[in-house]
C-alpha cells in the first residue's frame, strides 16, 4: 500500500512539472523560470511527504500508517451505522431518520449487517453483544477474512499502540471529532460530560429518531444491572478451605475482589445520576431534531447527555440568541 501511493504521489509530481512547463512554454519563460515541483509541494492527502514534511522517514512511516489505521477505523464504525456498506461505493443512509429498512433497500443482502437500533455502547467490559469492540472484529472478519482476524487485530493494535478497547474509550470520539471540524455525525452519549464516563454509547446523527435517547437509556439501565450484579458476585462469601495456605490465598482474592466491588460500586451510583438527573428527563420529552439546523445547535440542545465539545458549548449563548433553527436551542443545558 505504501509503495503503491508513493507512486501515485511521484505520478502526479510528473503531471504539475508538466503543467507548469506548459504555462511557460506559452509565455515565453521557460528559460528562466524552474519549473519543477519538489515532492513535499505535491498536496495529496496520501503524500506522506507533503502531509509530514518534518519528520524523519521512520516516523513519517509511522505517523502515514497511524492515519490509515484510524481511516479503517472511522470506516469501519461507518459501515456499523450504515452510513456506508462493504457491498456498494459511497454514501448509503445519509438522510435524516433513515432506517435499518432503508439500509436494506440499498443493500438487500449485506456481508456485514449495520447495527439495528442506531445504538452502538462502548464500555470497559464485553457487557454486551452489540459492544463497539465486538462490532470492529466482525467487520474485520468480514473485511479481511475470518482466518487472518487475529493477526490483523494484533497489528492494529500494534499500530495504535494500544488495545481497541482503550483507543475506543479513549481516543476515538476525540479523533471523530477532530475529523470532522467539531461538527461530528456520531454523537457520543456519556456518563460524565469530559472524557472519563463509565458509560459510553455512539449513535448516528443521521439515524437519530425522538425515540434515541430512549433506546440509549435501556442500554444504560442493563450496564447498571450488570454491573451491579457483577459487584454482588465479588462481595459474596468465599468457598471454604482446609489449609492455611490456601486460606491466605483466599484473604488475598477477597481483598482484591472487594476493591474491584468498590470500583464498581462507584460506576454504579454515577450511572444511576446520570440517568436520574440527565438521560431520563431527556427521554421523557422525545425530543426532535432537525438536519438543517446543523450540528451546532442540534448537539447543543442535548445539554450534558453528550461528550461536551469545548468548540461547540462556547457558542452556546450566541446560538442561545438564533431564531431561525427550526428547533431553536431554548433553555437546554
Not at 519538489?38 to 496520501?46: A, D, F, I
Not at 457487557?127 to 479481511?144: G, L, P, S
Request: charged fraction near 30%; aromatic fraction near 10%.
Amino acid at each position: 500500500m505504501s509503495t503503491q501511493l508513493d507512486a501515485q504521489s511521484e505520478a502526479q509530481r510528473e503531471r504539475e512539472i508538466r503543467n507548469n512547463e506548459i504555462v511557460a512554454e506559452a509565455y515565453g519563460v521557460r528559460d528562466v523560470i524552474d519549473c519543477d515541483v519538489p515532492l513535499e509541494r505535491v498536496s495529496l492527502k496520501r503524500n506522506k511527504a507533503f502531509v509530514y514534511p518534518k519528520v524523519s522517514p521512520k516516523e513519517r512511516y509511522e505517523l502515514f500508517t497511524l492515519d490509515l489505521i484510524k481511516e479503517l477505523i472511522s470506516y469501519a464504525v461507518g459501515c456499523m451505522f450504515g452510513r456506508y456498506s462493504l457491498d456498494k461505493p459511497g454514501l448509503i443512509l445519509a438522510s435524516q431518520c433513515e432506517t435499518i429498512d432503508d439500509f436494506h433497500m440499498k443493500v438487500p443482502d449485506p456481508s456485514f449487517e449495520p447495527d439495528a437500533d442506531n445504538v452502538i455502547p462502548m464500555c470497559e467490559g464485553d457487557y454486551f453483544e452489540d459492544d463497539i469492540v465486538v462490532r470492529f472484529r466482525k467487520f474485520i472478519a468480514v473485511a479481511f477474512g475470518a482466518e487472518h482476524l487475529e493477526e490483523n487485530i494484533a497489528y492494529i493494535e500494534q499500530v495504535l499502540g494500544k488495545s481497541l478497547r482503550k483507543y475506543f474509550l479513549n481516543d476515538f470520539y476525540n479523533d471523530h471529532v477532530k475529523m470532522y471540524s467539531n461538527r461530528p455525525i456520531y454523537w457520543q452519549y456519556a456518563s460524565r460530560t469530559d472524557n472519563k464516563g463509565s458509560f459510553k454509547a455512539l449513535v448516528y446523527l443521521h439515524r437519530y429518531t425522538p425515540s434515541t435517547t430512549s433506546t440509549v437509556l435501556a442500554y444504560l439501565r442493563d450496564y447498571i444491572a450488570r454491573v451491579s450484579g457483577y459487584a454482588e458476585m465479588l462481595e459474596g462469601p468465599q468457598e471454604a478451605t482446609n489449609t492455611a495456605s490456601a486460606g491466605k490465598r483466599t484473604k488475598a482474592k477477597t481483598a482484591k475482589d472487594l476493591r474491584e466491588a468498590d470500583k464498581l460500586r462507584k460506576i454504579v451510583n454515577e450511572c444511576k445520576a446520570y440517568e436520574d438527573d440527565v438521560l431520563y428527563p431527556l427521554a421523557t420529552r422525545n425530543m426532535p431534531i432537525d438536519l438543517d439546523d446543523g450540528v451546532l445547535v442540534n448537539y447543543l440542545r442535548m445539554g450534558k447527555a453528550v461528550r461536551a465539545i469545548p468548540a461547540i458549548e462556547k457558542k452556546r449563548k450566541e446560538v442561545e440568541t438564533w431564531e431561525w433553527p427550526v428547533h431553536p436551542l431554548g433553555a437546554e443545558r
